[in-house]
């Protein structure tokens, strides 16, 4: 399953950046953004299950924003008032079974990750 992710790129702290992720099928269960910091583990960012409304992390609740495009196959992912601690490889995911944002487990189709980096 291929997802392509884009968008990413170094912006100051404040700055706004939108990521896309499009899924090669139609339909999928569940998109969903996920992020790494160097020497962290990784962390739910935001998913999306097929039909229904977006799920957010702690750490971005009131600053980013999930939309889906189903004719487009794509997620997308506006992050705005990025913060320094928002520097991180993003990573879109989908599953046909399972839709949550704490954890990674059940999400078996990963893009490749596209990096953000925000400067104070």
């Known amino acids: 399953m291929q997802l392509v992710e884009s968008g990413g790129g170094s912006v100051q702290a404040g700055g706004s950046l939108n990521l896309s992720c499009t899924i090669a099928a139609a339909n999928m269960y569940c998109m969903a953004w996920f992020r790494q910091a160097p020497g962290k583990e990784r962390e739910g960012v935001a998913s999306f299950v097929l039909g229904g409304r977006p799920f957010y992390g702690d750490s971005v609740k009131g600053r980013f924003t999930a939309s889906r495009d189903y004719v487009k196959r794509t997620l997308y992912l506006q992050m705005n008032n990025l913060r320094p601690e928002d520097t991180a490889m993003y990573y879109c995911?989908?599953?046909?079974?399972?839709?949550?944002?704490?954890?990674?487990?059940?999400?078996?189709?990963w893009g490749q990750g596209t990096q953000v980096t925000v400067s104070s």
């Open positions: 995911a989908a599953s046909r079974t399972v839709c949550r944002v704490h954890t990674d487990d059940g999400f078996p189709y």
